[in-house]
């Protein structure tokens, strides 16, 4: 008889400071497996105490003192499977697990890429294309069935922002991290699942920015929040879920969880 599980990933912006709306998310969703982005704490501070009260008895972590850090928490077996340094200067933006169930599962945070689209003047969008260029580098060697989770801090379709013509110049949609982005899915043949279940000309979006004064009301989203699976992963999604209430919970992130829900044997 087949069963499910259901994977969950969030940028949360911070654990310990946004811990008891993680808690809540986890009382009422309860997915088998979180991978959370910007944690933004050592390992050894990571608050691992909350997720085994809840059942997550499985974790992996790469933290690091007040900026990035990635984990996964699980209710199901699970072993540390690797860290790539794709940023290639000790950041921690990555963290893999091999779950029983079969499937790889990798959560990865990609850089912001800082404020201009200009690899002249900015020495950060350099490192976030080539970030990218890793990764996909990493992706065209993949033989195994895997999940690829995480803020990919690209949103690579036109209805992916609110607003494609004056997003252009923004990093986050340039046609230069877009085309990045597309040579990764091309690598592995990723299943983009949110538009799997969301197909185009919907809007999607997954974060908003503490700029705004009523984020609900003005909308200016993009979708930075993906879940790539390989082909065969992907066949086995039953359905996908965006938490968009999570954006008003208590401190929020600018960001909210995204859940799919697979078939496994």
């Known amino acids: 008889m087949s069963q499910k599980i259901s994977i969950a990933s969030w940028n949360i912006n911070s654990v310990r400071f946004r811990?008891?709306?993680?808690?809540?998310?986890?009382?009422?969703?309860?997915?088998?497996?979180?991978?959370?982005?910007?944690?933004?704490?050592?390992?050894?501070?990571?608050?691992?105490?909350?997720?085994?009260?809840?059942?997550?008895?499985?974790?992996?972590?790469n933290g690091q003192p007040m900026h990035h850090g990635v984990a996964i928490l699980s209710r199901v077996p699970m072993v540390a499977d690797n860290r790539h340094d794709w940023q290639d200067n000790g950041e921690a933006r990555h963290i893999g697990a091999q779950l029983e169930c079969g499937i790889r599962l990798e959560n990865v945070y990609v850089p912001a890429g800082g404020e201009a689209p200009d690899p002249e003047t900015n020495p950060k969008f350099v490192q976030k294309l080539a970030?990218?260029?890793?990764?996909?580098?990493?992706?065209?060697?993949?033989?195994?069935?895997?999940?690829l989770v995480g803020d990919f801090n690209v949103a690579p379709c036109e209805t992916d922002v609110w607003n494609h013509k004056q997003l252009l110049g923004v990093?986050?949609?340039?046609?230069?991290?877009?085309?990045?982005?597309a040579?990764?899915?091309?690598?592995?043949?990723?299943?983009?699942?949110?538009?799997?279940?969301?197909?185009?000309?919907?809007?999607?979006?997954?974060w908003w920015s503490y700029r705004a004064k009523d984020w609900k009301a003005s909308n200016r989203g993009r979708r930075l929040d993906h879940m790539w699976a390989?082909?065969?992963?992907?066949?086995?999604?039953?359905?996908?879920?965006?938490?968009?209430?999570?954006?008003?919970?208590?401190?929020p992130s600018d960001h909210?969880?995204?859940m799919t829900t697979f078939k496994v044997d």
């Not at 008891?20 to 959370?36: M, T």
């Not at 996909?136 to 999940?147: A, G, K």
């Not at 990093?171 to 230069?176: E, L, M, N, W």
């Open 19 to 61: 811990l008891d709306i993680v808690e809540r998310f986890l009382q009422e969703v309860g997915p088998d497996v979180l991978c959370l982005q910007e944690t933004k704490v050592v390992d050894r501070d990571f608050p691992a105490q909350m997720f085994r009260k809840l059942g997550y008895q499985y974790q992996v972590l």
């Open 131 to 147: 970030f990218i260029e890793r990764m996909t580098n990493w992706s065209s060697q993949l033989d195994e069935p895997t999940l």
């Open 230 to 251: 390989s082909p065969s992963v992907a066949e086995r999604a039953l359905e996908h879920h965006l938490f968009e209430d999570c954006r008003n919970w208590g401190k």
């Open 171 to 181: 990093v986050s949609h340039t046609p230069v991290e877009v085309e990045a982005l």
């Open 256 to 258: 909210i969880p995204i």
């Open 183 to 206: 040579r990764l899915q091309q690598s592995h043949n990723w299943v983009d699942l949110g538009r799997k279940f969301i197909p185009e000309p919907a809007h999607v979006f997954t």
